[in-house]
């Protein structure tokens, strides 16, 4: 099973609101990454957590803020969000940070800012 | 800096035809690995194969085979008998060491009935 869920899968929000997006895989991954995908392009990575520690942040605004409650979990905390950040916003897990090993995507959560 | 090449932006084939999607990259790097990502329009990223660069052996998975050169740094995707649920957008990418992925900028595959 590779399986990583996300919700919810789509979310409208306003710039002054403050919304949680949720991710999980039971698979013992200990590497979970959020990324942030504008249409027509690739994914872009955003951070990574590695034994639920934040170990890579791409100098990600702070309006976007990353948690890890646990190995399972991943939220990704929205706050004063401009429209521009509209995207669809991926999670992935792998075994473990450092490894090389193969990324799982979940399908993702459908953002629009207005 | 890697960069990963995609220069077929969108292809069509009709269905049960084989068709290859090409690929480049550019490293200094001798140990890492390639794979190919399908998105369909439900937009979930799925991997189709992953290719290790100390392996000569290309990968296959059923329909999909990639064409791995080293030397040309060359890793190009090839789907035999394409069906209709192939249609997707393809991205090539590169991970090294330190685990980030570098994606192309992808081609769009349409499978004509």
């Not at chain 1, 013992?28 to 942040?57: D, T």
Request: charged share 20%; glycine share 4%; with cysteine.
């Amino acid at each position: 099973d590779t399986e990583v869920t996300q919700t919810p899968k789509h979310l409208v929000m306003g710039m002054t609101n403050k919304k949680s997006l949720k991710c999980e895989q039971h698979m013992g991954h200990r590497a979970m990454y959020w990324y942030k995908q504008k249409a027509k392009k690739p994914p872009e990575l955003m951070f990574v957590y590695s034994y639920e520690k934040l170990s890579i942040n791409e100098s990600v605004p702070s309006r976007f803020s990353p948690e890890c409650p646990n190995s399972s979990l991943l939220n990704l905390h929205l706050h004063a969000l401009q429209p521009e950040d509209s995207a669809l916003y991926l999670c992935a897990s792998s075994h473990y940070h450092g490894g090389e090993e193969t990324q799982y995507f979940g399908p993702g959560t459908r953002l629009l800012v207005l | 800096a890697q960069t990963v090449t995609q220069s077929q932006p969108e292809m069509s084939v009709q269905e049960a035809e084989t068709v290859t999607l090409s690929c480049t990259y550019d490293t200094s790097e001798n140990n890492y690995y390639l794979f190919w990502y399908k998105q369909p329009p439900s937009r979930q990223m799925i991997l189709v194969i992953r290719q290790e660069a100390y392996k000569q052996q290309n990968a296959t998975e059923n329909r999909f085979s990639v064409n791995f050169q080293k030397a040309a740094k060359s890793f190009s995707l090839k789907i035999s008998d394409s069906q209709l649920g192939d249609t997707a957008m393809y991205f090539c990418a590169f991970m090294s060491r330190d685990d980030k992925i570098i994606f192309g900028k992808g081609t769009r595959l349409h499978i004509l009935p």
